[in-house]
């Protein structure tokens, strides 16, 4: 089984320095997340590093013109506005931030296990998605 880390598990482990679990991949938006937020928050040399080294060993899933179709589903679901999969009853419509829609996207276009440590991605689990909640180190990037 795959399992697609979420941007905010990939930089506890540049935190850590740690190796990734195996079976790991990564959204390319994922990518483009830690480098933006490396440059604003002016990483050093070290984590720059540490982010290239992990970007380099670990597969990194693309957006392709199938992916579109789940990133519909999922903000349309999201929304409350799909007539396919309605919310259940007592959950009410969500924004979701757009990168994360892309990464929970790709984890459903890929069949793989999503590892996060936030509940942004909670109410998805109703059209399919796997979350694995892992616990975090706490510190600020």
Known sequence: MVRLLDTN????AIRRQSDLLPYSA????TVAELKALAAKRNWGYQKRLIL??????????GIEIGLTDVYATVDTYSQGASL??????GTSARNMGKNDIWIAATALFYDAE???????????????????KVPLTGKPA
Do not use: C
């Open 9 to 12: 598990v990939l930089i506890d």
């Open 26 to 29: 990564i959204s390319i938006v």
């Open 52 to 61: 290239e080294k992990i970007v380099s060993q670990i597969p990194i899933f």
């Open 84 to 89: 396919s999969d309605p919310l259940p009853p």
């Open 114 to 132: 999503l590892l996060t440590s936030d509940n942004d991605f909670d109410h998805l689990s109703a059209i399919g998605l796997r979350l694995i």
